[in-house]
């Protein structure tokens, strides 16, 4: 189950980094993407439809407010998908 939740946010972490073209050693869990990366809205939306095609779930849009940062956005995809925690 360990290896699950590190192989899911992994992934989560290369689809943000991708759409926000960072390297992935830039990017911390907590490190808030618009204030520290500069993404924008447009942004956050691409990153939400990435991870619905990756991860097969519909994600509300009003959870964009909760996936500021990797943990949120973790956090916001794993609720969604049912894993356990």
Known sequence: M???VEKNFAKIKEIVCEI????EDEVTDEGLFNE???ADSLRAIE???????EFGVVIDQAELARMSHLRGVYDVVSETAGWAK
Do not use: P
């Open 2 to 4: 360990v290896e699950t």
């Open 20 to 23: 926000l073209e960072l390297e």
């Open 36 to 38: 520290e990366y500069g």
């Open 47 to 53: 990153i939400l439809g990435a991870l619905e095609r």
